[in-house]
């Protein structure tokens, strides 16, 4: 016959005022390391607390006065492009001269010496100008459409003087689809070919110019006109240029013609 195995005792869980014990002692075990660790670190976390308010509190500082000079500085250059649309372009270049300074911010200093090369284009000095449009394009700090757009106003003063090689060789990365100055530069490169006698360069860029319709249409119309001479092909779709050119095509004509009189048929 089986014999039944003794049943295993119940242990007694924790009392409540064990329970209540436990929790006191642990928090008087944190409290105690929290005061170790602010007696040991203490200093060191005020210190970074300090630091990192009166931080905050430069850069406040810094930020409003910032603001200020940015605000400034933008009053100048509107002030200077209000003269200058008034042709008063000697008291436009005075206005900037300001913020030429160092200190400035990049952006300011650049759209001074444009208002500046203006002036001096505006005179009469074109190498006043070209210098004052190389010096942009040489500035690191300039943002990096203003430095494109300088390069290609120095090389438009210049190209009579400059060789094709030396054009193609300072235009030919902003004389690319989809550069904001594409058209511009692209037209200067595609001339610059077409003098050192390379025609299927320039018919090729021309036609490109033709066909980027986010373009001036004068300056596509003009370069479809260059692509045809070179004998490239420059027209996508030929009803729509005729539209855009106010010619009527062959099928237009047709429908809006007037019928023949009776005697004429």
Do not use: C
């Not at 060191?44 to 940015?70: N, R």
């Not at 003087?161 to 030396?166: E, L, N, V």
């Not at 989809?178 to 036609?207: C, D, P, T």
Request: hydrophobic letters at 45%.
């Amino acid at each position: 016959m089986a014999r039944t195995p003794p049943s295993t005792p119940e242990i007694p869980g924790p009392s409540r005022e064990d329970e209540v014990l436990i929790r006191e002692i642990d928090e008087a075990v944190r409290e105690d390391e929290l005061y170790t660790f602010m007696r040991v670190h203490g200093t060191k976390v005020l210190g970074a607390i300090l630091l990192g308010v009166a931080g905050l509190g430069g850069y406040l500082v810094w930020q409003h006065y910032a603001e200020q000079a940015l605000e400034a500085q933008s009053e100048a250059v509107v002030s200077a492009m209000d003269y200058a649309q008034q042709r008063d372009f000697g008291t436009a270049s005075e206005k900037v001269n300001s913020l030429l300074a160092e200190g400035n911010s990049p952006g300011a200093r650049a759209a001074a010496r444009f208002i500046q090369a203006g002036a001096a284009l505006e005179s009469g000095d074109s190498a006043k100008a070209a210098g004052i449009y190389k010096a942009i394009a040489a500035d690191a700090d300039a943002p990096p459409a203003l430095r494109d757009l300088a390069r290609i106003r120095e090389v438009s003063i210049n190209f009579d003087s400059m060789k094709p090689a030396d054009v193609i060789a300072q235009l030919s990365p902003i004389a690319q689809p989809g550069n904001a100055f594409f058209g511009s530069a692209g037209e200067l490169v595609a001339m610059a070919h077409l003098e050192a006698g390379n025609r299927a360069a320039a018919g090729k860029l021309f036609a490109a110019i033709s066909k980027d319709e986010s373009q001036p249409e004068t300056l596509r119309s003009r370069a479809r006109q260059m692509a045809g001479l070179m004998g490239v092909d420059a027209v996508v779709d030929v009803k729509k240029l005729l539209k855009d050119e106010g010619v009527a095509s062959d099928d237009a004509a047709g429908e809006g013609a007037a019928p023949l009189p009776a005697s004429a048929e």
